[in-house]
């Protein structure tokens, strides 16, 4: 089932999270929470699996935030920009300093994981546009900036330190009250004291532009093809680059080896198997292990339990 675009009554209004909660379907509903947070901040996560498309377009508020893709795919833009189609291991980069028009298009019947980080104070603007303007050229895997509005829309291959504040984030992402709100506020500066980071570092410390696309590439396929992913030099075959400028990019992008990513994939993919009711023996099969021991032995490492244990206490 789709849902048809929908868009906000009258051109100048802002499009809060309010709004995009009241034009979601019941399905997107259900698998999104929100949490406003002191010092002008918001984080709004997407965790689970609906079973229709949508879209929005309106005018998107004027703030500067990090939206991490961990699953699912997503159609973005701003009204005169270039459009945008993220995937999983994504991040994407938003600011406005004024209300700009926009549109979003969700892609359902998939595990969907997100999560987007907002700030809406000066201070955090101008450090952010200070910042960007040093970015290394090149960085983007894409970009649909409107400058002349003010727009900055711009996607970058995620790396391990934000994935891990993403995982925190979902995992109190129903948690309410204090405690949960002092949580979350830190690990949003967390998530954007590591993005200012990773834009700022050199130059020098990135593959070259042309290797970073493949090496994208190569974590996109690892992330969609993850059972059928066999070598790394098959891998890297298959994207143009050599087994050493494979590895060295991820470790440069990504801040971890080819197999360390292929493993993440891998065990993300079993957790949510064995969650919808698969068995153990099927789940590992589905995933890429041609042994079963292999498997439990390599979840436990990544898990902390077994399969069956971590079941029981999922």
């Given amino acids: 089932m789709a849902y048809p675009p929908h868009a906000l009554p009258g051109d100048a209004a802002p499009l809060t999270a309010q709004d995009m909660l009241g034009l979601m379907p019941p399905d997107w509903r259900e698998i999104r ?3 406003p947070l002191p010092g002008d901040i918001s984080i709004g996560c997407f965790d689970g699996r609906p079973d229709s498309d949508w879209a929005a377009s309106g005018m998107a508020q004027s703030s500067v935030g990090v939206a991490v893709v961990l699953d699912g795919c997503f159609g973005l833009g701003f009204d005169g920009g270039a459009a945008m189609q993220v995937g999983p291991g994504s991040v994407i980069l938003h600011a406005t300093g004024e209300p700009a028009p926009g549109w979003d298009d969700f892609k ?3 595990a969907i994981r997100s999560v987007d980080i907002r700030f809406s104070g000066e201070a955090v603007r101008a450090l952010w546009q200070r910042t960007l303007q040093g970015a290394p050229a090149g960085l983007f895997s894409m970009d649909g900036s409107v400058p002349a509005r003010g727009a900055q829309l711009a996607a970058l291959p ?3 330190g934000l994935e891990r504040v993403a995982h925190e ?4 992402s129903r948690e309410r009250g204090d405690i949960a709100s002092l949580y979350l506020q830190g690990k949003a500066h967390e998530a954007l004291a590591l993005t200012l980071k990773h834009l700022a570092r050199p130059g020098g ?5 042309a290797d970073r696309r493949r090496l994208a590439e190569a974590y996109r396929r690892i992330q969609r093809d993850y059972a059928d992913c066999r070598t790394v030099r098959q891998l890297a075959e298959s994207v143009g680059l050599s087994e050493k400028r494979l590895q060295a990019g991820f470790m440069a992008l990504y ?3 080819v197999h360390a990513c292929l493993l993440q994939a891998r065990m993300d993919a079993a957790a949510s198997l064995l969650a919808r009711g698969c068995s153990v023996t099927e789940t590992g ?3 890429g292990f041609a042994s079963l021991s292999h498997f439990i032995k390599a979840f436990k490492a990544h898990h902390g339990a077994t399969p069956k244990a971590w079941l029981r206490g999922a």
């Fill in 33 to 35: 929470t929100v949490h």
């Fill in 158 to 160: 995620l790396w391990s």
């Fill in 255 to 257: 801040g971890r080896s």
């Fill in 108 to 110: 359902g019947r998939r």
């Fill in 169 to 172: 984030i979902l995992a109190w």
């Fill in 285 to 287: 099969y589905r995933i």
């Fill in 205 to 209: 410390d990135l593959p070259a532009p």
